[in-house]
């Protein structure tokens, strides 16, 4: 009421009341638009907290963004990523995430190869013997045996073996590198012939 009255009186004083209000529509949709993503911010916020979407300390790879929660505001979500980068991401951005310390068990998924003449039994019995000793050294990182699943693929030259084996969450990533370096070793004391080693880590 105050305000239609001002824009009343206004032209009493010569002065066009047009002009504000054009200015103040501008500035009332300026303010509006930054204000949406504001309490768009907010309540995705909210919603992160309310749903347990992951909380300060998890391992988390937002919109491809990997790293621990270091900050949970209102408005943003930081990051640190692996090399120590900050990442700040506005809540209402926050579309895709996998928690990696929400998780019950992660699947490491190895590979070796061997030349074509190795003896495929042989093989399987020093893995098993190798792999019992793996269970002991890694208990902390193992929830299951690491266990031959079978050959990928025979070609002329090798023969590529996948090693499953079932771990803590956030444990993936060392015990890959650590289980790539002891199928070296056990191929060196065995005597088995290796052209390579590669892998690969997926979610269970």
């Not at 300060?56 to 270091?70: A, L």
């Not at 943003?76 to 809540?91: D, P």
């Not at 893995?127 to 690491?146: A, G, N, S």
Request: aromatic letters at 10%.
């Amino acid at each position: 009421v105050v305000f239609v009255y001002i824009c009343l009186v206004l032209p009493i004083f010569g002065v066009n009341p047009s002009a504000i209000l054009a200015g103040a529509g501008v500035i009332g949709l300026v303010v509006g638009f930054a204000f949406q993503d504001l309490l768009n911010d907010v309540v995705s916020g909210f919603s992160i907290v309310f749903n347990n979407t992951f909380d300060v300390g998890d391992f988390v790879d937002i919109n491809g963004n990997v790293g621990n929660v270091v900050n949970m505001g209102i408005k943003t979500t930081v990051i640190r990523s692996f090399t120590g980068e900050l990442c700040t991401l506005n809540n209402r951005l926050i579309v895709n995430v996998r928690n990696y310390t929400k998780a019950d068990n992660a699947l490491v998924i190895n590979y070796f190869r061997l030349l074509p003449t190795v003896d495929l039994q042989k093989v399987y019995e020093i893995f098993d013997q190798e792999m019992d000793e793996i269970l002991v050294k890694y208990q902390d990182d193992i929830i299951e045996k690491p266990k031959i699943v079978g050959t990928n693929a025979i070609g002329d030259r090798s023969i590529e073996f996948q090693v499953n084996t079932v771990v803590k969450p956030e444990r993936q990533w060392q015990f890959r590198r650590s289980l790539g370096d002891e199928l070296v070793l056990m191929c060196q004391r065995h005597k088995l012939p290796i052209p390579g080693v590669s892998y690969i880590i997926e979610n269970k």
